[in-house]
Structures are given as structure tokens and as C-alpha cells.
């Protein structure tokens, strides 16, 4: 398997049930907590963590299917979690060398809140909705990505990075 000629892959319910439902809780009391960072460059003032436990779990978790659903042998590298509100913009960009092989997948959104579009350019501009539990398989150092403003409430993201082992 690879990512196919549009360099990119959604994987429905990538993510499912209980270990879903816990994690989405868990993203949302984590960026209440008082350890978490207030923003980044690409996002200021959003709650964000840098290779937190849990995420750093899945991310081990999903080695395996991420070598599958990419066809390449893969290893982990860091995981990073941001708990959007309403306002928040991703600007476009591209992701660092660790960033190879990414994961962009929806834990949390809360009721009534449409899906805010993930946008991913590869030979075009895509925008791809990602419902809970959805995930976006991308090559981040090739592939530019970005949000327009989040009209939302909240919206719990992880995303997780993985290289190739050469």
C-alpha cells in the first residue's frame, strides 16, 4: 500500500470507540491543566503539548498500520496535541525533517460545531473534513497544510510524526 498519486490518505475511524471517547476527554482536561503551553508559533495562545504520554502512546500504537498505510518501514518520532478555540487560524506551512510521514486525527469536537476543513496541498489544494476519529495521513515536509479561522468552540487534534528508516 501506499499514499497513492495525491501523496495523502484518510483513514476513516482511524480511531474508534472507547480509546477514542477517552482520549478526546482526556485532550480537553489536559489543556486545562496548568503544565501545558499557551500557543506555539502557528498557534498562539492555544493550549498545546509536545510529546504528552498518552500521545506518545498512540503514536507507538499506530506504527504499525502507519507502515502499512504508507508502504514504507517507519519510525516514530514525537506526538503533538492542540486543543483549538474559536478564532484560532492555522497558517499555511510545511513541517520539519521529523515531520516525514504525519498523522492529522480529530479527537474531540464539541456538539453542534461544524467540521473545520483541513486544507493540504499536493498537486492541488485539498480540503478534507475529518469527523472524530479520522485521520490524515501526509508527507508534512512535502506537503504544505493550513486552517482557515476555527468558527467553532473547541476541537481536540493530535498529530503524530514519523520518519522512514533508511
Known amino acids: 500500500m501506499s499514499l497513492g498519486p495525491t501523496n495523502f490518505r484518510i483513514v476513516r475511524g482511524m480511531l474508534k470507540g472507547e480509546l477514542l471517547d477517552f482520549l478526546g476527554y482526556y485532550a480537553y482536561d489536559r489543556a486545562n491543566s ?25 503514536l507507538h500504537y499506530f506504527l504499525h498500520d502507519m507502515k502499512e498505510y504508507t508502504g514504507v518501514n517507519l519510525e516514530p518520532t514525537y506526538s503533538y496535541m492542540r486543543v483549538y478555540k474559536n478564532g484560532d487560524r492555522l ?9 516525514e510521514y504525519s498523522v492529522s486525527l480529530t479527537l474531540k469536537r464539541e456538539s453542534g460545531d461544524e467540521i473545520w476543513p483541513l486544507y493540504l496541498q ?36 493530535v498529530f503524530l510524526h514519523y520518519v522512514s528508516v533508511r
Request: glycine share 8%; aromatic share 8%.
Open 122 to 157: 499536493t498537486d492541488k489544494a485539498y480540503k478534507v473534513l475529518l469527523e472524530e476519529g479520522d485521520g490524515l495521513i501526509y508527507k508534512g515536509i512535502e506537503n504544505s497544510h493550513w486552517r482557515d479561522e476555527f468558527e467553532g468552540k473547541k476541537l481536540a487534534q
Open 34 to 58: 496548568t503544565d501545558v503551553m499557551m500557543g506555539d508559533v502557528q498557534v498562539p495562545n492555544t493550549p498545546a503539548l509536545y510529546d504528552d504520554p498518552a500521545m506518545r502512546n498512540l
Open 91 to 99: 497558517q499555511q506551512h510545511t513541517d520539519r525533517e521529523a515531520c
